[in-house]
């Protein structure tokens, strides 16, 4: 059961913008979906697409701050909010809220991105899918590995319920241009979802010779009648999947279990590839981003 | 110094044709290039695009035969030469030429192309190469790696003049994917080389992560200021190289030296990652296609 409108939250990514108004808890009672991410807001339009989007809840909910995450505390967003250094946990990041210029600065919030740095680490960074990683823990996790798939996966290692290391694997964007633009891309009829071709590019996947000589399987396979060309999509996405995990397990600490959010569709590929490995995978409750921006504002004291 | 004019050889790939008037070891006489690859021409029309380009050879030349290698061989080509199985050596492909319908039947020899097919092995084919591979290796040399960097780099095992096993790597085309389409090329400036960036490149290949990580950290060093705008193209060339290196070399066998044959410059790139593997790196004469040809077609019989 939901409870009463604590907070208005949103996520501000890069293609899309979700709002809601939650309860204390980050449950939805009111939501809306845009296409309006930041690359679709020109610079200076980011107070009036917010007004656009969010305006008819201000006054209905006059007494709930409104507290967002994503990209639109980047450099083009609505107001920078500086990467915060790892480790980083729910207290660094409520510290560091922005607060945009305009005439909503004392009611909108902005949590700030994460990043890998310093001597000898590989940098790295990330914005929103640090709250999203506190909204998939269970509330008293303290150490885990959260993945969470999309075009550029992220694998998140939480220790101490802090984020010790990140990783990000750009898998949904090379899967996008090979199977919308590469020599693959015409052999492949259709993208329905072919299960055995899915796992035969999982199986490649763990194969020697690497990913890119992987990729030409799709080709190969065909050619000699060993694939159809209805399950080269499938296959294709197996073979990114099955490379994405195995790295992504060795940079993680080859953990036994692993806490997936995401889209739930997605999130059933990554369960079975993570199988593969013997990994168990958890797949947390729909709605992580949410719940990870109520944590936020409590800790921020902005709701109780 | 050049001999006498003893066979006509034609490079007819996917993007583009390569025609020559060769002496008997395949020294260029007279040459001629054109963008009409096989994806150029319409189906029916290679008998018209050969007499256009060679056309007035023909004549000039009348006793010398012609023999075509390439995409020319495939089934979207002039005629069909089907894939030889490995191993296979000159004799095998100079057995395998098949001969295109119509009124150059008694005078144009197409070279089959390779595959790698059976129970157990990774499916791969290859059409073009397995003719540069004889003319890249020494006229005595009995084993050897062989590379063929390009848009699909091949990987040749030779052994007793045998191709035994092969693999092609997609490292150009995801390059020219990645380079021109993807979020990273956005922040690119410029294509120039850059020799540290493409250095740094072949580094971050070989530490832990995967390639779909490695690719990020063309954004993520550049975001933290660690590598420049114009050093990013060829960041990115080092991370792709340097991967497909790696997993060549383990297909291969680990071999101390490898063959390279292709674009001087692209050669000289695979080199320095070939140094980064303590691997030496013999890069074979320009023309290794037309030497490739003379051989088949002596063996064949066509020239003496």
């Known amino acids: 059961m939901s409870g009463k409108a604590a907070f208005i939250g949103i996520d501000w990514g890069t293609s899309n913008l979700r709002a809601a108004v939650l309860d204390g808890d980050g449950a939805v ?19 009036a697409v917010f007004e656009d989007v969010v305006g008819p809840w201000l006054g209905e909910f006059a007494a709930c701050p409104v507290v967002a995450c994503g990209m639109v505390g980047s450099r083009q967003g609505w107001c920078e909010a500086p990467y915060l250094p ?13 607060h945009p210029p305009g005439r909503y600065a004392g009611r909108v919030s902005i949590v700030p991105g994460a990043m890998v740095a310093g001597v000898g680490r590989a940098p790295d960074v990330m914005r929103g899918e640090e709250v999203q990683v506190f909204g998939a823990l269970a509330p ?20 101490g319920r802090s984020i010790e290391h990140f990783a990000t694997h750009m898998t949904g964007e090379v899967f996008e241009l090979l199977g919308r ?49 209805t399950a080269l999509h499938a296959f294709l996405s197996g073979v990114l999947l099955g490379h994405e995990v195995a790295a992504g397990l060795v940079l993680s600490g080859s ?11 997605l999130c059933g590929l990554y369960r079975e ?28 004291g902005l709701i109780s």
């Not at 009111?30 to 339009?45: C, E, F, I």
């Not at 790892?86 to 922005?98: F, M, N, S, T």
């Not at 996790?141 to 075009?151: F, Y």
């Not at 953990?255 to 569709?265: D, N, S, T, W, Y």
């Open 273 to 300: 590839a993570l199988a593969d490995h013997d990994v168990a995978a958890v797949v947390a409750d729909d709605g992580a981003s949410f719940r990870g921006l109520a944590r936020v504002a409590r800790r921020a």
């Open 29 to 47: 009672l009111r939501a809306v979906a845009r296409p309006l991410g930041v690359l679709a807001v020109a610079a200076g339009r980011f107070e």
């Open 181 to 229: 633009h590469s020599i693959l891309a015409k052999l492949m009829e259709g993208e329905a979802f072919d299960a055995s071709g899915f796992r035969a590019g999982l199986a490649r996947a763990r194969e020697p010779g690497g990913l890119l000589h992987h990729l030409f399987s799709v080709r190969a396979l065909n050619l000699v009648g060993r694939l159809p060309g």
């Open 86 to 98: 790892c480790p980083c946990d729910e207290p660094a990041l409520a510290a560091g809220l922005v």
């Open 255 to 265: 953990p036994l279990e692993v806490v997936l959010a995401g889209r739930p569709e």
């Open 140 to 159: 008293d996790a303290e150490d885990a590995v959260v993945c969470l798939p999309g075009t550029h996966s992220k694998w998140v290692v939480v220790r």
